[in-house]
């Protein structure tokens, strides 16, 4: 029996690596999913993909540093499907790799609005459609910077930290409303986002620093994403769980 069946999820930052791949497991564990990007092109390519595997998908347009579209994101999904189950809050930028001295406000603040004020918006509405069924699920989709510094990413790290704070705390004040909210926290993953962080050698220098010597796969985090989402998770909320190849535990 699949594990999401019957379940309607969103799932930001859906058109590319660690979405994309979230929402292709979770739409073939059966559940109903709305992918939103700002990557409209992308989205509707990974949308027609689940479609045409036979599962169900839409795609909704959302820039997640816009409170207006996270609203409307999660509005819409009550109004094509009734509810919301599960969320997983997953788009981000890294911004650019500079120390903090040469870190201007405003990539400072670009960096803080969609990784962190994103995922208040997000969470806001989505917790709001959850309580009056008394349920639901939120994933965060952190990184290891939510828990140690990282030269170059001062921005990120903060936002990544912040993202932390909030999701512990929001599980504390909806634990007796049924509302379970956990955060994820991959290690580099092989995705657009991780490469375009540094030279192709630097970067294929970087994977050394891994206790299993290779960077992760989106799948290798969708597979958590799907376990939190579903019920052998019950018991689990206010958890940050690291996706690392070991990194955090040196
Ligand atoms: N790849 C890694 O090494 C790594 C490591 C730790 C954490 N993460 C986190 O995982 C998440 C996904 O990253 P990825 O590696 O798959 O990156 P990616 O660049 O492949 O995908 C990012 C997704 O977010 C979307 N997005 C970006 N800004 C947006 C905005 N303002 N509104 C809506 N959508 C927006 C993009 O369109 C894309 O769909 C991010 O939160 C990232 O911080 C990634």
């Avoid at 859906?14 to 990557?39: D, F, H, P």
């Avoid at 599960?86 to 001295?101: E, F, L, R």
């Avoid at 069924?133 to 990120?156: D, E, M, P, R, T």
Wanted: aromatic fraction near 8%; proline fraction near 4%.
């Amino acid at each position: 029996m699949p594990l999401l069946t019957g379940k309607v999820a969103v799932v930001t930052g859906a058109s590319s690596g660690i979405g994309r791949a979230i929402a292709v497991l979770y739409a073939g564990e059966g559940a109903t999913v709305v992918l939103a990007s700002r990557n409209e092109d992308n989205g509707r390519v990974v949308a027609g993909e689940i479609l045409a595997a036979g599962g169900d998908a839409v795609f909704i347009k959302t820039d997640v540093s816009n409170e207006r579209d996270c609203e409307r994101l999660i509005k819409e999904t009550v109004r094509l499907y009734g509810r919301l189950d599960i969320a997983c809050n997953n788009a981000g930028t890294m911004g650019p790799a500079k120390p903090v001295g040469r870190l201007s406000a405003d990539d400072w603040r670009h960096v803080m609005d969609v990784n962190l004020h994103g995922v208040f918006y997000c969470m806001h509405y989505e917790i709001n459609s959850m309580l009056p069924h008394n349920s639901g699920v939120i994933i965060n989709i952190g990184s290891i910077a939510s828990q140690v510094g990282f030269k170059n990413l001062g921005a990120y790290a903060a936002a990544k930290h912040g993202l932390l704070g909030l999701t512990k705390t929001a599980a504390l004040e909806y634990a007796e409303n049924g509302i379970r909210i956990n955060a994820i926290g991959p290690g580099t993953i092989d995705t657009p986002m991780a490469r375009s962080y540094t030279s192709p050698d630097k970067y294929a220098q970087f994977r050394k620093v891994y206790p299993v010597k290779r960077y992760g796969l989106p799948e290798e985090v969708a597979g958590l994403a799907l376990w939190l989402a579903s019920d052998y998770a019950s018991f689990v909320t206010g958890a940050f769980i690291p996706v690392d190849g070991g990194y955090t535990a040196q």
